[in-house]
């Protein structure tokens, strides 16, 4: 019941935001990129409710992961949206559209 409870909360913090104002938590390794599986909102809550067997087993994937240089630069060109949650100390994000 915990996990529904916090993906109710989560649901309604998720927001838009583009690379520009991700960019000084990237610079402090506290971003990850959440892929389409499992996408932002079950990510968080994995994230929230401290369940990291299966968090580590999403960055194992390469499901959840730092975005890399190249794709900070392509960023940095590009001025991507992304959806985002804060889930302190950590932001997670997922690119708009993916």
Known sequence: MVADEMRKKLEVEIATVTW??????AAVDRLFLVGADPGLLEAGVAFATDDTAQVAKWIEEGHVARPSDSQRA??????EGF????????VLAEVVGS
């Open 83 to 90: 959806r985002f949650l804060i889930l302190s100390p950590f």
């Open 74 to 79: 392509q960023w940095e060109e590009t001025g």
């Open 20 to 25: 520009q104002q991700l960019r000084p938590h």
